[in-house]
T-cell receptor, first 112, second 113 residues
Framework: ETGVTQSPTHLIKTRGQQVTLRCSSQ?????VSWYQQALGQGPQFIFQ???????GRGNFPPRFSGLQFPNYSSELNVNALELDDSALYLC???????????FGPGTRLTVT | TQLLEQSPQFLSIQEGENLTVYCNSS?????LQWYRQEPGEGPVLLVT?????EVKKLKRLTFQFGDARKDSSLHITAAQPGDTGLYLC?????????????FGQGTILTVHP
């Protein structure tokens, strides 16, 4: 059984640019959550997708947006990148809402 | 906004010592989870506690959920170098926050041989 995968592993962008991060959920999982983990901090909840619909959002501005596809894979898009967006972005999938979340290895985004 | 305060932030001990990590909040959580994260990897779930006063053991690790479900602790007995890593507590509030985790800042544990 394949676990949660994320791409790319690392990414360097310039302030003002846009970025798309991708996540493939574990087989059979219909829920995907995204988290931002700044250096030396715990992860912060960005939003959650359940069966292709957004199912809750954390305290992040609208320039953070997402999608979930029919195969339950997901994308996180960030527009107008700021220096403070530099972080590890984690995706987690779960069998259903409220079930155990399985995390991917993350995408390390650096904004210069 | 629900917050989880985790302490200490850093812990450096010798092999064989015992340690306790604390996770405190003013809010009630329907469940609380402990994760361990290695460099370059995502967090891996160690345990979930759901009942006030609950105690769970995982080999040398003991997890406790406070009676009021606002705090939790992780105790490691006879720490080993393999226990080195980032330990995170995370709470789920339930209700409209069902399935959304609030994480503490993490505790970086280093166990020296």
């Amino acid at each position: 059984e394949t676990g949660v995968t994320q791409s790319p592993t690392h990414l360097i962008k310039t302030r003002g640019q846009q970025v798309t991060l991708r996540c493939s959920s574990q087989s059979g999982h219909n829920t995907v959550s995204w988290y931002q983990q700044a250096l030396g901090q715990g992860p912060q909840f960005i939003f959650q997708y359940y069966r292709e619909e957004e199912n809750g959002r954390g305290n992040f501005p609208p320039r953070f947006s997402g999608l979930q596809f029919p195969n339950y894979s997901s994308e996180l898009n960030v527009n107008a990148l700021e220096l403070d967006d530099s972080a590890l972005y984690l995706c987690a999938s779960s069998l259903d809402r409220g079930h155990e979340q399985y995390f991917g290895p993350g995408t390390r985004l650096t904004v210069t | 906004t629900q917050l989880l305060e985790q302490s200490p932030q850093f812990l450096s001990i010798q092999e064989g010592e015992n340690l306790t990590v604390y996770c405190n909040s003013s809010s009630v959580f329907s469940s609380l989870q402990w994760y361990r994260q290695e460099p370059g990897e995502g967090p891996v779930l160690l345990v979930t506690v759901v009942t006030g006063g609950e105690v769970k053991k995982l080999k040398r690790l003991t997890f406790q959920f406070g009676d009021a479900r606002k705090d939790s602790s992780l105790h490691i007995t006879a720490a080993q170098p393999g226990d080195t890593g980032l330990y995170l507590c995370a709470g789920e509030a339930g209700g409209t926050s069902y399935g959304k985790l609030t994480f503490g800042q993490g505790t970086i544990l280093t166990v020296h041989p």
